[in-house]
């Protein structure tokens, strides 16, 4: 069973910044999904198993980056320019199969989350 594990949500001012991590019990393809009160779950970013290929969301382009620490199996979340409108549960996920999903329904593992917070 593939255990994922996040951590480095919290509260922050617009304009801030955070970083989310996701400590996985192995190698897998990994996505950041994100949920805001009354809306459905979307996606944000995910990366393939080397780290060489990455995908994102229009809306967090140019101020999210996500990387992995493969020797730590850790997936990053790096928010910076948050605005009110990135608030939401967020939620890493794990894909065993090859290929780069961006669709939620595609991946098999997911986290508890975590909340995000960002203040007008």
């Known amino acids: 069973q593939v255990q994922l594990v996040e951590s480095g949500g919290g509260l922050v001012q617009a304009g801030g910044s955070l970083r989310l991590s996701c400590a996985a019990s192995?190698?897998?393809?990994m996505g950041w999904f994100r949920q805001a009160p009354g809306k459905e779950r979307e996606f944000v970013a995910a990366?393939?198993?080397?780290?060489?290929?990455?995908y994102y969301a229009d809306s967090v382009k140019g101020r999210f980056t996500i990387s992995r620490d493969n020797a730590k199996n850790t997936v990053y979340l790096q928010m910076n320019s948050l605005k009110p409108e990135d608030t939401a549960v967020y939620y890493c996920?794990?894909?065993?199969?090859?290929?780069?999903?961006?669709?939620?329904?595609?991946?098999?593992?997911w986290g508890q989350g975590t909340q995000v917070t960002v203040s007008s």
């Open positions: 990366i393939s198993r080397s780290g060489g290929s990455t």
């Open positions: 192995g190698r897998y393809t």
């Open positions: 996920a794990a894909d065993r199969r090859l290929g780069v999903p961006t669709r939620s329904y595609d991946y098999e593992f």
